[in-house]
């Protein structure tokens, strides 16, 4: 662990931004992991995310302001839902994985869209127009079928069966071993299958991190991965690889608090410019979230 210690002004003006400009499903989530607040509190304010379909819509990833389900919002709801534990019996989790499970196309082999085509007709970054074309196995399905593992109660098995399948042949090819938003899909896979299935991709994923990570100081001021993004705790995969520029890049996130207590997107939509700002501002609680838990995961800050 490293000896740094965060100045107490910074993380109270973090917690401060946390509990007065959060949305609150940040702010529930922020409450549940660092003031034993309710996990019920967090399952009420994602069920105002999620519609009749069991999928989750209405803005609840800032970059698609799309008030219809689509597979993108739906696993940021099940990355919450696992993170606070949340039971297979919880309403708000079996319609999630329902919606999953009805969304999966079944006739050409390609997953899930992880975006519908109505998204074209509302707010959101460019990165989320729709693309019929997009190959759905490496980003969503390989989170996904992770996400079918923790809740397997409730997915037939041999559906399950032929999911775990694909992933591990997608993950296994060659070709797919340098985008790192397929990484981070594999490392929530990684996190939730059995140690079977994890021994039959590891090679790949090993070569994926070599691949994909920044360690290289001079390129955290752009948009790339991380290493603590991919080491985010001591009980990660790649933990120990990963250390020391993980606590290396401590202390430029550190740099990058903004004088309101949050930290701010390096990225913009250039598009849809009157709805950004709110865009923006939500992301502030989310990555202001994700901050206090790099903190907090790296000995930086102890509460």
Not at 28 to 54: H, I, K, M, P, W
Not at 197 to 213: F, G, Q, R, S, T
Request: overall charge negative.
């Amino acid at each position: 662990m490293t000896n740094q210690v965060m100045a107490e002004k910074q993380y109270g003006l973090a917690v401060r931004f946390m509990k007065e400009n959060a949305r609150a499903i940040e702010r529930a989530l922020y409450e549940f992991e660092y003031e034993a607040g309710s996990s019920d509190e967090v399952l009420r304010q994602l069920a105002a995310y999620q519609n009749a379909d069991g999928g989750f819509g209405h803005g609840l990833e800032p970059d698609i302001r799309l008030a219809a389900s689509s597979v993108l919002a739906t696993t940021v709801a099940l990355h919450h839902l696992i993170g606070v534990k949340a039971a297979r019996q919880s309403p708000i989790v079996q319609g999630a994985i329902r919606y999953l499970i009805e969304n999966y196309n079944t006739t050409q082999n390609t997953g899930w869209d992880i975006v519908p085509p109505d998204v074209e007709t509302a707010p959101r970054a460019p990165w989320w127009n729709y693309n019929a074309s997009h190959d759905g196995w490496g980003n969503p399905a390989i989170e996904i079928v992770g996400f079918f593992y923790a809740y397997s109660e409730l997915v037939p098995a041999a559906l399950l069966d032929e999911l775990t399948q694909h992933a591990i042949t997608h993950i296994n090819k060659k070709s797919t071993r340098k985008d790192f938003h397929e990484l981070l899909c594999c490392l929530r896979f990684a996190e939730l299958v059995p140690n079977s299935v994890l021994h039959a991709v590891k090679e790949a994923l090993d070569e994926m991190v070599n691949n994909c990570v920044s360690t290289d100081p001079s390129q955290w001021e752009g948009y790339c991965l991380t290493p603590v993004q991919v080491a985010e705790s001591p009980e990660s995969l790649y933990y120990n690889q990963l250390k020391e520029s993980g606590e290396q890049y401590m202390g430029h996130l550190l740099t990058k608090q903004q004088e309101d207590g949050s930290w701010s997107p390096p990225w913009n939509w250039g598009q849809f410019e009157e709805v950004w700002p709110q865009a923006e501002q939500e992301w502030k609680g989310v990555l202001t979230l994700e901050a206090l838990r790099r903190l907090k995961a790296y000995g930086i800050v102890s509460s």
